[in-house]
């Protein structure tokens, strides 16, 4: 079982800054990897970015890449997104998946259904 619980949501304006958190729990945290999604009203779930797996790089979807920034905290089961120059498409409900170790060949999956653990999810809304 992983428990995941997401947090730093918040309302800010085109241009601004917010870091989410993801804290993990569980007897099975050690066999998961996570990383952040999201999903827009009406659109499905996407991958945002996911923090160094194995000895590769931080993976981001391309409209994360140059503005976010995916990291972890191993000791504190802890990831962390931080999003600067937010634009108003990044609105949407932003969720931490938990997708286990053994899937993992080359990199992280980034097919929402390879996730069989998810957050509650955290609302960014960003204004223009």
């Known amino acids: 079982q992983v428990q995941l619980v997401e947090s730093g949501g918040g309302l800010v304006q085109a241009g601004g800054s917010l870091r989410l958190s993801c804290a993990a729990s569980?007897?099975?945290?050690?066999?998961?990897?996570l990383a952040w999604f999201r999903q827009a009203p009406g659109k499905k779930r996407e991958f945002v970015a996911a923090?160094?797996?194995?000895?590769?790089?931080?993976s981001y979807a391309d409209s994360a890449k140059g503005r976010f920034t995916v990291s972890k905290d191993n000791a504190e089961n802890t990831m962390y997104l931080q999003m600067n120059n937010l634009k108003p498409e990044d609105t949407a409900v932003y969720y931490c998946?938990?997708?286990?170790?053994?899937?993992?060949?080359?990199?992280?999956?980034?097919?929402?259904?390879?996730?069989?653990?998810w957050g509650q999810g955290t609302q960014v809304t960003v204004s223009s």
């Open positions: 998946g938990a997708v286990p170790n053994h899937i993992l060949i080359v990199a992280i999956p980034r097919a929402p259904r390879e996730y069989d653990y």
């Open positions: 569980g007897r099975s945290v050690s066999n998961h990897t």
């Open positions: 923090p160094t797996w194995s000895r590769g790089e931080a």
